[in-house]
């Protein structure tokens, strides 16, 4: 176990997660905010192992794990860990029927505590302008903007907010 909230366990991703994997990496509605492009089930078979081996390389700075709910074990989305020499980025996506449920405000705040305890002093996140759920997650747990800008990938405006311990 990764971490765990009040309702959510975060954990490392398994090869029995696919078909949720799948479902939330095939949405166009998910990635409409992150790459933009939904996969095909091989594609995602394929990155679902990459992001499995990741876990055994000692110069991993990629770490996305499965969130699952404490009820009922379901797989309902992933969280990000991202390092590079310049920032920690947390991310988060859901699979779209366990939107509005008040996950993401709980999930950010679990990766916040999380982020804190392995000793990082800031983190940031990106976040698409039209994203506007988002947005507020982390406005209402003090992440402050620092930059506008266009995103690379999915050419959308994108704010980068961070938050300082």
Same mark, same amino acid.
């Given at each position: 176990m990764i971490f765990i909230t009040?309702?959510? =366990?975060?954990?490392? =991703? $398994? #090869?029995?997660? #696919?078909?949720? @994997?799948? /479902? =939330?990496? %095939?949405?166009?509605? $998910?990635?409409? *905010?992150?790459?933009? !492009?939904?996969? $095909? @089930? %091989? /594609? !995602?078979?394929?990155? #679902?192992?990459?992001?499995?081996?990741? *876990? %055994?390389l000692a110069k991993n700075d990629f770490w996305i794990y499965a969130v699952e709910r404490k009820i009922d074990l379901e797989f309902i989305g992933t969280v990000a860990l991202v390092k590079d020499n310049l920032d920690d980025e947390i991310g988060y996506r859901f699979l779209e029927k366990y939107w509005k449920l008040g996950y993401g405000s709980e999930i950010c705040k679990g990766l916040i505590s999380y982020c804190k305890k392995i000793g990082l002093k800031k983190i940031v996140a990106h976040v698409v302008d039209e994203n506007k759920a988002s947005a507020k997650i982390l406005e209402n747990n003090k992440f402050k903007i620092v930059k506008k800008f266009i995103s690379d990938d999915i050419k959308l405006p994108e704010t980068k907010y961070e938050l300082k311990f």
């Open positions: 009040e309702n959510l =366990l975060v954990r490392r =991703l $398994v #090869l029995e997660d #696919l078909k949720g @994997f799948h /479902e =939330l990496e %095939s949405n166009p509605k $998910v990635l409409k *905010y992150a790459t933009g !492009n939904p996969k $095909v @089930f %091989s /594609e !995602n078979e394929k990155e #679902l192992k990459e992001l499995i081996f990741k *876990y %055994s």
